[in-house]
């Protein structure tokens, strides 16, 4: 099936069979070269996602700047949160190498036709959701980012290994907050496994669907973008984190997660995915706001936006008098 936002007309035979036999070979596909008009569109459909995603993922964590209990945690918090806005700004220059420009892709976003993660439409409601963010959501998108690192587009994948590791840090500060509050007071510790216990599971969803109900997964496999499918990506998560969890004393919130010897996987219990769909939606805790907080900076910059523009209007003219 071929998802509606991708549709596209057929592409010459032969030029699609020399297209895919580069893919085969392993070779990166640039902003110049032929591509399938489907190709261009899910890079464009993934990515954009991608884009507004470390942007709106800013607002939770941003939340607790001006909370953070100490002068090393606010500026850690703060690089970190600064970080994300950087993600952002090189995966949409990246989505423009697709012929797009990044100002429409932002008001498909402020329109809410646009999709974002799902995991940053969760509340945090404690100290230790920065913790568990660095901790669990950091760590999600490592383990997808650095299989996009592989992706067959080149402007994607570049941005992905300078991301992955600024990805590091920041999944490395968080467990250290996870770390410090688990072995702290009795308050402490509970309010790092309160923490994990909201997190897991919306961290699961980051992978998107189960393979069989993965519409886009056919199309991006095939054409090298997607490495792994997002439940391999998901099992591989959940295999690294049970070990991490053990190391701080803390307990994943899954009664049901068994060992499985054959597989030397963790097998975990079922995923809520009427709870996914519905924050895919636009139902979840944070939905609303989160697009309101988006609009309302999106409106507040406004005069950034002009000044740039005429300061660009000034230079141009002044190069044009000089030449
Ligand atoms: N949330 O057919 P599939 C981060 C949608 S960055 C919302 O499986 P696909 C860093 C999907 O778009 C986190 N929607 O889709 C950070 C599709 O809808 P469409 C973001 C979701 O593309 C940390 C439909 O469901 N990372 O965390 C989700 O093959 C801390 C069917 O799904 C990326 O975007 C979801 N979780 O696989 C920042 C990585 N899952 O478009 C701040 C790049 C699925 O057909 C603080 N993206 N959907 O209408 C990907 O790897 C893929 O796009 C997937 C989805 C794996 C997300």
């Known amino acids: ?12 035979p032969k030029r699609l069979a020399d297209f895919e036999a580069r893919i ?34 800013m607002l939770p964590e941003g939340n607790w700047i001006t909370r953070a209990p100490s002068l090393r945690r606010k500026m850690s918090l703060m690089a970190k949160v600064q970080d994300e806005a950087g993600h952002g700004l090189y995966i949409y220059c990246g989505t423009e190498t697709l012929g797009v420009d990044r100002h429409d ?26 913790g568990a963010i660095g901790w669990l959501v950091d760590g999600a998108a490592i383990v997808n980012q ?12 570049r941005a992905m290994v300078r991301i992955c590791k600024e990805e590091n840090f920041h999944k490395r500060q968080g467990f250290e907050i ?15 496994q309160d923490s994990l216990n909201r997190w897991w599971w919306p961290s699961l969803m980051m992978f998107g669907p189960h393979d069989a109900d993965s519409p886009n997964s056919g199309e991006l496999s095939r054409w090298g ?22 190391a701080i ?18 097998e975990f219990s079922a995923i809520n995915w009427d709870d996914f769909w519905r924050v895919v939606k636009g139902d979840g805790p944070c939905n ?34 000089a030449a």
């Open 225 to 246: 973008i997607k490495r792994k499918s997002n439940d391999e990506l998901r099992q591989r998560f959940v295999n690294m984190t049970v070990a991490q969890a053990k």
């Open 146 to 157: 650095t299989m996009l690192a592989k992706a067959s587009y080149g402007p994607y994948a």
């Open 24 to 57: 085969a070979r392993g070779e990166t596909i640039e902003p110049k070269d032929w591509m399938p008009e489907r190709y261009r569109r899910q890079l464009i459909r993934m990515m954009s996602q991608h884009a507004h995603s470390e942007v709106v993922g």
């Open 288 to 321: 609303r706001e989160r697009l309101a907080a988006r609009r309302k900076a999106h409106d507040d910059g406004a005069w950034v936006r002009e000044a740039a523009a005429a300061h660009a209007a000034k230079q141009t003219e002044s190069t044009e008098a």
């Open 105 to 130: 892709l932002i008001l498909q976003l402020l329109a809410g036709t646009a999709k974002y993660s799902s995991i940053f439409n969760y509340p945090t409601i404690s100290w230790a959701d920065m």
């Open 178 to 192: 996870m770390t410090v509050l688990s072995g702290g007071t009795p308050e402490q510790h509970a309010m790092a």
């Open 249 to 266: 004393n803390l307990t994943i919130p899954d009664e049901g997660m068994r060992f499985n010897e054959a597989t030397a996987n963790w």
């Open 1 to 12: 099936m071929t998802p509606a936002s991708v549709v596209a007309p057929a592409e010459d």
